[in-house]
């Protein structure tokens, strides 16, 4: 298991790169009780599951959201691990509350890339004490895993596009700025991520640009996002990603999330 002191180093990666790794942080039992969520999951998908991949694609890009209060597995890692401890650590918070979990699965033989982007323009909410983990529960070689332009969470929002056609749904055009140029060899050296093995997982502020390419092999990931204290509601005129639905009836725009969808741990 890590330490506290490794959440240290962690956590100055995290500041200063906005992403980093933690190697042995799950137990065996852990990742294999999450690794049973994510195939009920795959049998019994939310209303929220969508496939992310064309139907030409050899392989399939699935994702689903909002499952942790239904499948057990994934409410206990995100209530019962290290993870609610850690995600303070991180985002230099005193306390942790649960915003949502996201499954990405891509299955042997996708083509399916997913696109440079940043995850805080899809979302509800402002503010910057936020931190999401990847967790695999396969094997994920360097060519397959999430990747990262350090340094790229320190303030620009990027304009938001759907991944597969590229289309502005969330701000206006010209509202946020165009993501930077990867093909250039400055930003190329910027560029950082890691081989993981089950039991590993990434950890990276929802306004860090990040991308992975397709996978060779299956590759199931969990996603569990925490929200810390300086986060506030932002309700948007246009669907987010996930949506919860009804809650700008319930929370008013900049209070802080305090709600039943996103407890304290």
Known sequence: MTTIASWDLAAEAFDRDGACVLRNLFTAAEIGDLAQGIEENLQSPSSLAAVASGADDPGRFFEDFCN???IAAYGDIMRRSQLPALARTLMRSQTARIYHDHLLVKEAG???PTPWHQDQPYYNIDGRQNVSFWI???PVPRESTLEFLAGSHRGTWYMPRTFMTNQAKWFPEGALAELPDMTLPENKARV??????PGDCIAFHMLTLHAASGSATRRRVFSA?????????APRAWKTSPEFGGLKDELAAGAPMDHALFPLV
């Open 192 to 197: 950082i991520g890691w081989a993981l093995e």
């Open 68 to 70: 942790w209060q239904r």
């Open 225 to 233: 996002r925490y929200l810390g204290d300086d986060i506030v509601h």
């Open 136 to 138: 695999p529960v396969d």
């Open 110 to 112: 996708t083509r399916q």
